[in-house]
């Protein structure tokens, strides 16, 4: 078994680093994803025989994220995101370009992000992964996914440009 193990563990490596950038995103705190991560792992070694097949990055993705929610839950009394309670709507502002921010600030406007938009927005944006693969790690449905991307940028546009004019007074 410590040969299948050994074998397992090597389709899992390359994506070490995805795993901690999404963990570092949910958790907000790099010891934490850290710990979360090698935490992800051992479930993931552990319970590699449930992998049917398929894209082993977004099983492992979808483990380091129930790993972050179960952390967040147990440490800091995350309850989970009611998106119709807290969705909203939002005046249009000014459209501003995020790349015109430093990744600094940028960053911080993320963080200011709920988890749930954090997640989907880092998955798709720096992970480059699909709305398919998306809902496939996060156990939502396709339009689920795609609101909250949509949500998540229309928050940054709105946080950017606050952000902006704020700076201009």
């Not at 078994?1 to 570092?24: C, E, K, Q, V, W």
């Not at 156990?139 to 709105?158: E, F, N, W, Y």
Request: one cysteine or more; hydrophobic letters at 40%; aromatic letters at 8%.
């Amino acid at each position: 078994m410590a040969n299948r193990n050994d074998s397992f563990g090597d389709t899992l490596l390359p994506h070490i680093d995805a795993a901690y950038n999404l963990a570092r995103w949910l958790v907000r705190d790099v010891s934490d994803a850290e710990d979360v991560v090698q935490e992800s792992y051992v479930r993931a070694l552990k319970y590699g025989d449930t992998f049917a097949g398929g894209d082993i990055k977004s099983w492992m993705l979808r483990i380091v994220r129930n790993t972050c929610y179960t952390f967040l839950t147990k440490n800091r009394g995350w309850t989970e995101f009611d998106e119709l309670e807290h969705g909203g709507t939002f005046d249009d502002a000014e459209e501003v370009s995020i790349a015109r921010l430093d990744a600094e600030r940028l960053s911080t406007l993320l963080m200011q992000l709920p988890t749930e938009y954090r997640e989907v927005l880092i998955l798709r944006e720096i992970e480059d992964l699909s709305y398919r693969e998306i809902s496939q790690i996060a156990d939502v449905p396709v339009g689920t996914v795609m609101s909250r991307i949509a949500r998540a940028r229309k928050r940054l546009r709105a946080a950017a440009t606050e952000q902006i004019g704020a700076e201009r007074s």
